[in-house]
């Protein structure tokens, strides 16, 4: 029977799950709509969709893990959680160029890279959404070997009676997934880190230019700075919660008994959950309908 502390965080990780589903599978409705009244997407919708499956699909794989693991069916748990890990690297790609686009479109800066970037960006994205596929193929692909080399040694314990192997077998499984999540996930976060900071910067020099020539002005460009930083700001905060639970998970692995465990869960899932909220809130046509419905 599980603690009260278990139990308790049990409970707020379903709800927060299926909140999170709501969030995800309503945008997929509206710009799936959207897509089919007009056979296209903007490139940042086209982002954003990509981002509401593939959270949708976390959530619900996530659910589904750990009911299985609860009950005992560890082996399709960890044949789910390949998927989970292809999932879960596509969304940090996914939110790492929706942060360069954001960045790109917006900044004011005037070099010739930029520049470039700019006019031709929407037309990288279906490019930039394949490079985070194949990376998440990579992902689970490391995943995958991680727990049949894993799953080796385990076998190799029960085999030989060997009860120090199964500290090694742990010991391997925690720094082969410390390894591929600083090579799979640190690459998207400064991205990500960049990206914010650039805004930053292309923020207060256009602040300090309009106060030179116009004090007291505020112009559409500088609202859309402000729109898109705030909205990054909340992503930065949450990516970091995310990335860090997921560290700290690689560097001690805890069993689901443990209220550590749920609490590492809820965590991570109200992040993603907070996150989707923004993305509507930032969103034009999700905040319209938003509007419109109640």
Known sequence: MPS???????????????????????????????????RALSAADTIVASLASSRFCLHGMTILINLLASFGFCYQANLLGILWDFTNTLILW???????????????FSHPALFWLKWRISRLVPRLLLCSVIMGGLSAIISATGNIIAIQMTISQGSLGNCTLGHMTLDFFRYCYLAHAVLMWLTPFFLFLVSIIL??????????????HRPGACDFHTQAHTMALKSLTFFFIFYILFFLSLVIFATKIKTMQSHWYWAREVIIYMGISLNSIMLVLSNPKLRKTVKMRF
């Open 4 to 38: 009260t502390p278990t139990l308790i965080f049990m409970i707020i990780f379903c709800l927060v799950s299926l909140a999170s589903l709501l969030h995800n599978g309503f945008m997929i409705i509206v710009l799936g709509r959207e897509w089919m009244r007009k």
């Open 94 to 108: 996914l939110t790492a160029w929706l942060a360069v686009f954001y960045c790109v479109k917006i900044s004011s």
């Open 199 to 212: 805004l930053m910067f292309s923020l207060f020099r256009h602040v300090v230019k309009l106060r030179d």
